[in-house]
Each structure stands twice: as C-alpha cells, then as structure tokens.
C-alpha cells in the first residue's frame, strides 16, 4: 500500500504563489503516476495535473496550463505544485494520488491511493 501527505497549503492573495509537496512511502513500478487533485466547496473532484515520476512526463487541465507547474524528485519519492498567478477560482481542497499511468489524469476514480488533502485559499 502507498501512503501520501500533501503539505504547502495555506492562505495566499490572488496572484501569489504557493508549492505543494506530495511526499509518498514508494514510487512503484505498479504506481508510477502521480496527480494532483482538487474540490471546491460543492464541487466535483477535478484532476489538475499529473507526472510520471520516472521520467518526468507532465499533463495538466487546462485552466492551470501556463500557471502551475508539476515536478518531482525522484530519489525523494516527492513530487511538487508550483502554483503560480493563483486566482480566487483556484481555492480547494488539493490532494495528491497515484495511479499506473497518467492517462486518466482528469479522472479521479482511476487513481488508487489518496493523501489526506492541503487546503488552498486564494482571497480577492
């Protein structure tokens, strides 16, 4: 079983910065991906951004395209947000989640273990 904990959350002014962590027990063969996740307040879960950690490969959803950036640290079993030029819209709980591949990045159902989740607040 794998085991995540997100951290870096916190309260930040529209277009301020913040980077999470998503730190995990192992990056495995049978999970290699990891995603980043976020809900709103009476909002679906959306999948925001994914890595495979052994070689880098990123995708994201396009309202953050250009704004956040995802990484990783492989020999830290540790991948990051760096979420940039943050808007009020952005405000959510994130998680991060890992899944054989990051196909299905948008779909959180595909993804097998889950972290417990960093509040973001974005203020206007």
């Known amino acids: 079983q794998v085991q995540l904990v997100e951290s870096g959350g916190g309260l930040v002014h529209a277009g301020g910065s913040l980077r999470l962590s998503c730190g995990t027990s192992s990056v495995t063969l049978s999970y290699p991906a990891i995603g980043w996740f976020r809900q709103a307040p009476g909002k679906e879960r959306e999948g925001v951004a994914c890595?495979?950690?052994?070689?880098?490969?990123?995708y994201y959803t396009d309202s953050v395209k250009g704004r956040f950036a995802i990484s990783r640290d492989y020999a830290k079993n540790t991948a990051y947000l760096q979420m940039n030029s943050l808007k009020p819209e952005d405000t959510a709980v994130y998680y991060c989640?890992?899944?054989?591949?990051?196909?299905?990045?948008?779909?959180?159902?595909?993804?097998?273990?889950w972290g417990q989740g960093t509040q973001v607040t974005v203020s206007s």
């Open positions: 989640a890992t899944d054989t591949s990051c196909r299905y990045y948008e779909v959180p159902a595909e993804f097998q273990y």
């Open positions: 890595i495979v950690m052994s070689d880098g490969t990123t």
